[in-house]
């Protein structure tokens, strides 16, 4: 993961994302797949992330996180 590739992410309830915005383009989230928690590398400092793999308008299904210390979202994978 590099710095390059943070998300914009709009949510609705419970932090939910219902659409991301990667490179200047807006995609529909149509379903959420899965989600879950992980702390990471907390003995070197890593802060706990939250996970979504998600299914896009665009046919596409990508898994995006957010950095629960500073709310940062992030483009974690993408599915071909």
Same mark, same amino acid.
């Given at each position: 993961?590099?710095?390059?590739?943070?998300?914009?992410?709009?949510?609705?309830?419970?932090?939910?994302?219902?659409?991301?915005?990667?490179?200047? $383009?807006?995609?529909?989230?149509?379903?959420?797949?899965?989600?879950?928690?992980?702390?990471?590398?907390?003995?070197?400092?890593?802060?706990?992330?939250?996970?979504? $793999?998600?299914?896009?308008?665009?046919?596409?299904? $990508?898994?995006?996180?957010?950095?629960?210390?500073?709310?940062?979202?992030?483009?974690? $994978?993408?599915?071909?």
């Amino acid at each position: 993961m590099n710095k390059s590739d943070k998300l914009k992410v709009q949510c609705r309830e419970f932090d939910q994302p219902v659409f991301i915005e990667i490179k200047e $383009r807006v995609i529909k989230v149509e379903e959420i797949l899965e989600s879950w928690h992980d702390t990471g590398c907390w003995w070197e400092g890593e802060s706990e992330k939250v996970f979504y $793999r998600l299914y896009c308008q665009d046919g596409g299904i $990508r898994e995006i996180f957010q950095d629960l210390s500073s709310g940062q979202w992030f483009l974690y $994978r993408i599915y071909d």
